[in-house]
């Protein structure tokens, strides 16, 4: 039953919106970087800093190696928080050079779930973003959790109230097929609704899932 239901909300969202061209960048690494710069910010802020890093000549594992940390906040400034997101770029490239010579190529030998727990061992990395890492830029099998997806999980009432990240994940892996392309459109499907429809206080109307069972009452932040 589940399954069925979040099959059906999948088709009324894509017949809805189409494909959703997710995630944007132009190298995996960018995608990784992307994915650590755009926590607590949109994404048009994460695009400056990434431009920015292009324009200066550090987009790439080495030179973000190399680079000096306040040389490296004063880049990504537009993304927000960049003291803090330094740091946690940095800490992610010293994982990537002390455990995997800065190769992302070495990364592909690794089983997802030991990836996994690496990437959650970085100080700064929670799962959503080492989750975005893996199916986005690595290409794993791994469906990304955010506030838009529990939002409307919850409204749906296919999870129950206090559920964790990882109960969220565990609905979508086990009662869908497991397919890197199909995870990546659902997830940028219901990014895309959760912004237009199921905000904090839904507007219900005119949604794509507005025919399906749904709760109004509930404000998710």
């Not at 594992?61 to 000096?68: G, K, M, N, Q, S």
Request: proline residues 5%.
């Amino acid at each position: 039953m589940i399954s069925e239901t979040l099959s059906e909300i999948y088709q009324l969202l894509y017949d809805a919106f189409g494909p959703q061209h997710w995630w944007p960048g132009e190298t995996p690494f960018e995608i990784m970087a992307g994915a650590i710069l755009t926590q607590n910010t949109n994404w048009a802020n994460v695009e400056k800093a990434i431009a920015n890093l292009k324009s200066a000549g550090y987009m790439t594992p080495e030179a973000l190696h190399r680079i000096d940390l306040t040389q490296l906040a004063e880049l990504i400034r537009p993304a927000g928080y960049f003291n803090i997101k330094a740091k946690r770029l940095k800490n992610f490239i010293n994982w990537l050079f002390d455990d995997y010579s800065g190769e992302l190529t070495n990364l592909e030998a690794i089983y997802t779930d030991q990836l996994r727990e690496e990437l959650l061992a970085i100080k700064g990395i929670g799962c959503e973003t080492a989750d975005s890492i893996l199916l986005y830029a690595l290409g794993r099998p791994v469906f990304v959790v955010d506030a838009y997806t529990a939002r409307i999980t919850l409204r749906h009432e296919l999870i129950e109230p206090g559920a964790d990240y990882e109960q969220l994940r565990e609905l979508f892996e086990s009662n869908l097929p497991e397919d890197v392309r199909f995870y990546n459109e659902y997830h940028a499907l219901l990014v895309r609704a959760g912004k237009e429809f199921c905000r904090p206080k839904a507007k219900c109307h005119g949604c794509p899932l507005e025919e399906l069972p749904h709760t109004l009452d509930i404000e998710y932040c």
